[in-house]
């Protein structure tokens, strides 16, 4: 049974930091590559940072360099310095990307606001 239960998340203010944890199950991590995804309010969900299958750590535009992905065995870990406003979202994590699409788990809120 795949399943990603995700924490860490809360209220910071803006250039404050935040370290989500993700802990997975159920599946070939290692081949399918881990990531974590984001979505804002009334956007769609979209790819933050991920460790892909195939060895290659990628950012997106937005969050490179404040942002930093790992993993200790089926636990990602998403570190976020220097948090803006426009971070705030439900962070989930996924395999991929491509992500598993039938197996979200519940994700946790980031809100930056002052």
């Known amino acids: 049974q795949v399943q990603f239960v995700e924490s860490g998340g809360g209220l910071v203010q803006p250039g404050g930091s935040l370290r989500l944890s993700c802990a997975a199950s159920g599946s070939a991590f290692d081949i399918l590559g881990m990531g974590w995804y984001r979505q804002a309010s009334e956007k769609e969900r979209e790819l933050v940072a991920a460790?892909?299958?195939?060895?290659r750590t990628i950012y997106s535009d937005s969050v490179k360099g404040r942002f930093t992905i790992s993993r200790d065995n089926d636990t990602v870990f998403l570190q976020m310095n220097s948090l803006k406003p426009e971070d705030t979202a439900v962070y989930y994590c996924n395999c991929g990307p491509p992500p598993l699409q039938n197996y979200w788990g519940q994700g946790t809120q980031v809100t930056v606001s002052s």
């Open positions: 460790l892909t299958g195939d060895g």
